[in-house]
Nanobody, 124 residues
Framework: VQLQASGGGVVQAGGSLRLSCVPS????????MGWFRQAPGKEREFVAA???????HYADSVKGRFTISRDNAKNTMYLQMNSLKPEDTGVYYC???????????????????WGQGTLVTVSS
């Protein structure tokens, strides 16, 4: 399974971006998928995830600003990012894992498939 992330760019604080993730060889409706990000000089962290059941989960830092969703017909996952802040800057990675895993949806080690990342830069 290969994941292709896109949609990153440069935006001013308060602006919006929408990231997309398209997996090849897998149907997104049958896997858990998530977004993670890595800021310069920091460890990669959980941002948001959507289970195969469609339940969603968010890091506290993005709740109310980011929305994760998927379009099964297009086999694409999205991350709508609004009210962006400079601290949202980083490389955003999409990831996928098999459904039914009991471990936390935010645990990176449970994700088997990773995209190449797309850079988001938020200027102040």
């Amino acid at each position: 399974v290969q994941l292709q992330a896109s949609g990153g760019g440069v935006v001013q604080a308060g602006g919006s971006l929408r990231l997309s993730c398209v997996p090849s060889g897998r149907t997104i409706s049958r896997v858990d998928m998530g977004w993670f990000r890595q800021a310069p000089g920091k460890e990669r962290e959980f941002v948001a995830a959507i289970r195969w059941t469609s339940s969603t989960h968010y890091a506290d830092s993005v709740k109310g600003r980011f929305t994760i969703s998927r379009d099964n017909a297009k086999n694409t996952m999205y991350l709508q990012m609004n009210s962006l802040k400079p601290e949202d800057t980083g490389v955003y990675y999409c990831a996928a894992r098999s459904p039914g895993i009991l471990s936390s949806i935010s645990e990176q080690s449970t994700y088997v498939y990773w995209g190449q990342g797309t850079l988001v830069t938020v200027s102040s």
